[in-house]
């Protein structure tokens, strides 16, 4: 039993944190890097002129030198092959050994990227471990008619505003371009294919002379009201003609250029016309009528969902056409009185406390309370598009500023008379407000007073804006109603293509170009891992260790139960009584309790932590003390903490009542950063009672994270089958960007993450947090070298003084677009920094990005092959073939057992591997990283290097909300972040 008594503390007053400043000057570096390169064209392909077209670019003229950035090359490791040596003149070529060294041969600024990702891909490529299983891909085989060429056309469209265009002018621009054809038939073909903005194409040339073409045409401004006119005139020029399709598609597949980046645009603006004529378009994301049954559903707050589809063209060994669900959180269109009434409702909690709904419409309005209700409407409407009803009956749409006061008391100049928005409305319209107490909203520019009562107003139905976040509660509903089983998914995604155009057979315009889809989902086969053995220690055996005096317990292997993907500690081997790897006891540690809880309470949370622990053979004695502070005072909070931290605790927990994001972040940053103490956060729900014991599941998961911030390690890879690569001194490394919001991305900076692994069993790591410049949204990770050489020595000196023989790195958060840049800028950088610890330290490398935003999902064509109550692919299932990249090693992995909705897999690419490691090796390391996971006992979605980045980066941006909450965003205070924080797994 637990070996101290609970000792209570008052409430302590009001106080103030403490907040020593350090100063740290860390390094940066950031290089800029271009390429002159040249494109090869196909099937006589010219411009205007007659002359070879370079780039299909609207901005740039044919006949122009242009600098842009290759996503791909036509070559391995090793130099550039001799079919782009002819192209690529501005490019230095360099053998294998230059390669690998480039860190040391170069200069820091000269890249010019010599380095390209190497053709480990396509067929032979592939594993060949695992047991074989038929699954169905959301990928579509796409033919394309050889010998059909295409013309593309800029289009400039000048409109009657000083304000440049929109994307929001999109659905007016197709509107124009529909009836500027139809009324000019004799210049423009049946079918064109138009993207809304500047670009169309055409299987035939226009009907006219002269190198431009200029109409005009006359139409509403919207489409639902045909009172305001807009005059817009069309000026249309030849950009490149003769465009061969299919030839450069399947040049691409075999290998012989470096992208089809712009033939792969044409195919995705041909087939998504049909998709955007009848529908609401969000980039490649397309929602029908949303009046059309089932096509929404409400959410709480005045929000609801758009139910849609995604549709993108994607080059895998084959053209296909990707195909998703697609789900969009949107605002209800309604009288705005009645929004707000939505919006201010208080939720309810079950059967005995039903919501409480406003009633804004009675006394004029006088339940409108400002101090109560003005800062939750105005975060929620901020941004949003409201319509204005003049009481003369005409409409004007703005977006939304702010909440202002009332009409009766809001006043404003007009005409030199100073006079209240009230008086204003029964001067100018002869209208008499009827809720002069509700308030009035600002429209439109800030600079002008449009300032508007709700009684005027109603929301339009819209989509949520990307910078605004549904509360907690909606975002739960949202969740819920849009995660489906895997057999429910692929029926919508089947449903879509067919009620848009019966899967392309109706739809005139791929007809035009040539284009077919296959009306099914491609059938592949897939392959499914064996999970592998976990190790924990056996209390129940003991064995000498290798001094000959002591006994420990023994380290035994622990075999996943099929299908894997998750476990049970505490079910090992018949007679055995399973421990963590390296237990560190809970000992001395107090408690912080913000939940008012009673001393019964926490001494039953005690007791129950105490017996989950026992369980396992894992300590857990009463706490020191417990401090109560109100949760509404941070300074009290701030005070209690720092009573706990002068007595030196290892851990603090901390009881809430529920998530508080101020309270959370100034409790992380000065434990973590300030006190170097871990804590860990409990919610009063996760708390139960004397009555109510918390459940031995929630317990179970919190010793977990426990044990792993006091430095223990949970579980590791048992040494049976541990990959080969790990069985000599490797670091394997993690990475991962977050960051600001939009709102904030001026003011606060992107951060970037980067843990390397210590031990030989990938088990333990250490973290650096580098804060990149604000203002730009910077995905390269600028201080690598430095980061590199950090952990490296940190390696070093954890095993006497050996250095890692290989690098493994992991790579969150990088777009395809970005690869090369990533590499050679990042790959170098740990290049530079192995040659600084040592000249010739020139340990193989091999870099992998991990990608979750993709729309690829797997389902499985037998349903005895599914796993679980929804039936999805059994964690372990990979593909890597077929879907995946034409030349370059990339695949995908499902490695965690989906519990709701479908499994979405990772995808892979293979970016370096001078280590030359095999496609079952890359695919069988990864998957087995992903149950080395210390927070529970499942395998995840990432490996776990990737994921402690992800935790690590997403902590660093708490560390940093925390000051600017406090005012104390300062130069010094953030180097301090970045300073290493000497608390291990602080982020778990």
Request: one cysteine or more; a positive charge; charged letters at 25%.
């Amino acid at each position: 039993m637990p070996r101290k008594k609970v000792n209570e503390i008052n409430r302590l007053e009001d106080g103030k944190p403490l907040c020593d400043i350090y100063e740290q000057n860390v390094e940066q570096e950031l290089e800029s890097l271009t390429l002159k390169i040249e494109r090869p064209t196909f099937g006589g392909e010219t411009d205007s002129s007659g002359t070879s077209s370079l780039s299909p670019a609207s901005e740039i003229s044919d006949n122009s030198s242009v600098l842009t950035l290759p996503s791909r090359r036509s070559s391995g490791n090793s130099d550039l092959s001799s079919s782009d040596s002819s192209r690529e003149s501005d490019c230095r070529k360099i053998s294998n050994r230059q390669t690998s060294m480039l860190g040391a041969t170069l200069e820091p600024g000269f890249y010019n990227y010599e380095l390209t990702i190497p053709k480990k891909g396509g067929p032979g490529s592939q594993g060949k471990l695992g047991k074989t299983i038929l699954i169905f891909a959301n990928h579509f085989p796409l033919k394309i008619r050889s010998g059909s060429v295409v013309n593309h056309y800029d289009v400039d469209i000048k409109t009657p505003w000083k304000r440049e265009n929109r994307k929001s002018d999109e659905p007016m621009f197709r509107r124009a371009f529909r009836k500027l054809c139809m009324e000019n038939a004799n210049v423009f073909p049946k079918m064109c294919a138009f993207d809304g903005v500047k670009n169309f194409y055409t299987t035939r040339r226009l009907g006219y002379n002269g190198k431009k073409w200029s109409g005009k045409v006359v139409i509403p401004e919207f489409a639902l009201d045909k009172t305001k006119l807009v005059d817009l005139t069309f000026e249309i020029q030849l950009a490149r003609s003769n465009i061969d399709i299919a030839g450069a598609v399947n040049a691409f597949i075999a290998g012989s250029i470096i992208d089809a980046i712009a033939e792969t645009q044409i195919l995705n603006i041909v087939l998504s016309q049909v998709a955007r004529e009848k529908c609401v378009s969000i980039g490649r994301n397309y929602f029908p009528e949303q009046s059309l049954e089932g096509k929404s559903v409400d959410l709480p707050g005045g929000k609801s969902v758009w139910f849609g589809f995604f549709q993108s063209v994607s080059l895998g060994w084959k053209p296909m056409v990707n195909v998703d669900v697609a789900n969009k959180p949107a605002v209800k269109g309604c009288d705005f009185i009645s929004y707000m009434e939505e919006v201010l409702t208080i939720p309810g909690r079950k059967r005995d406390f039903p919501p409480e709904r406003p009633n804004f419409r009675t006394n004029g309005g006088r339940n409108w309370t400002p101090e109560f209700h003005k800062y939750k409407l105005e975060r929620d409407i901020k941004g949003l598009k409201i319509r204005y009803l003049r009481p003369d009956e005409q409409k004007r749409e703005w977006r939304c500023n702010r909440v202002l006061d009332s009409p009766r008391n809001l006043r404003f100049e007009h005409e030199g008379v100073n006079m209240s928005v009230e008086d204003y409305f029964l001067l100018a319209y002869k209208y008499k407000l009827k809720y002069p107490h509700l308030p009035c909203i600002h429209l439109g520019s800030l600079q002008k007073t449009f300032y508007i009562p709700v009684e005027l107003c109603e929301m339009k139905t819209q989509a949520f804006p990307h910078s605004k976040k549904l509360g907690d509660d909606e975002t739960a509903q949202m969740i819920r109603k849009t995660a489906v089983t895997p057999k429910e998914r692929k029926e919508r995604i089947e449903n879509s293509l067919r009620n848009i155009s019966n899967t392309f057979k109706n739809d005139e315009y791929a007809k035009e170009f040539g284009l077919s889809v296959e009306g099914v989902m491609s059938q592949i086969q897939a392959r499914v891992y064996d999970p592998p053995h976990l190790a924990y220690k056996d209390l129940t055996r003991m064995e000498q260790l290798p001094n000959g005096h002591k006994l420990s317990p023994a380290i035994i292997p622990f075999k996943i139960p099929q299908p894997g993907g998750k476990w049970d500690m505490s079910k090992g081997p018949k007679g055995s009584k399973l421990s963590f790897i390296d237990n560190r006891h809970l000992k001395n540690w107090a408690i912080l309790d913000l939940a008012n809880l009673s001393r019964e309470d926490i001494n039953a949370f005690v007791e129950a932590l105490y017996a989950e622990g026992d369980k396992i053979g894992y300590q857990v004695e009463y706490q020191s003390e417990v401090v109560k502070a109100n949760m509404n005072s941070m300074n009290q909070v701030y005070q209690a903490f720092q009573t706990l931290c002068s007595k030196k605790p290892d851990m603090i927990l901390v009881f809430t009542r529920g998530k508080n994001a101020t309270v959370y972040n100034g409790l992380k940053y000065e434990g973590d950063i300030v006190q170097k103490i871990s804590t860990q956060f409990v919610q009063q729900k996760n708390i139960g009672s004397k009555r109510f014991a918390a459940k031995p599941a929630t317990l179970h998961n919190i010793l977990l994270k426990i044990n792993s911030k006091l430095g223990g390690t949970n579980q590791m890879l048992h040494t049976s089958n541990t990959p080969s690569i790990l069985q000599r001194p490797v670091i394997i490394m993690g990475a991962d960007v977050t960051h600001p919001a939009s709102d904030f991305k001026n003011s606060k900076p992107s951060i970037a993450a980067i843990v390397g692994s210590m031990d030989a069993k990938a088990s333990q790591y250490l973290c650096e947090i580098r804060l990149q410049n604000t203002g730009q949204v910077e995905e390269m990770i600028s201080s690598m070298e430095e980061v590199t050489k950090k952990l490296l020595l940190q390696f070093s000196n954890r095993n006497m003084g050996r250095k890692p023989e290989k690098i493994i790195f992991y790579r969150d958060g990088v777009s395809e677009g970005q690869f090369l840049i990533v590499l050679n800028q990042e790959l170098a950088a740990i290049r530079r920094a192995c040659v600084s610890l040592e000249e010739h330290y020139n340990p193989p490398i091999t870099y992998i990005v991990a990608q979750k935003r993709h729309k690829t999902r797997l389902f499985p064509v037998n349903p005895k092959d599914g796993v679980g109550r929804n039936q999805n692919v059994p964690p372990g299932t990979v593909v890597d073939h077929t879907i995946t990249h034409p030349t370059e090693f990339s695949f995908f992995l499902a490695s965690h057992e989906g519990i709701q909705g479908t499994t979405k897999p990772t995808s892979y690419h293979l970016l370096w591997d001078d280590a030359d490691m095999k496609s079952d090796d890359i695919i069988k390391m990864t998957y087995y990283l992903c149950h080395t996971y210390a927070r529970c006992e499942r395998s995840v979605s990432y490996p776990a290097p990737t994921y402690y980045a992800h935790l690590a980066a997403f902590r660093a941006r708490v560390h940093h909300d925390a000051l600017v909450d406090t005012n104390r965003d300062t130069k010094d205070n953030r180097a301090r972040l970045e300073e290493e924080i000497s608390l291990a797994n602080y982020f778990m």
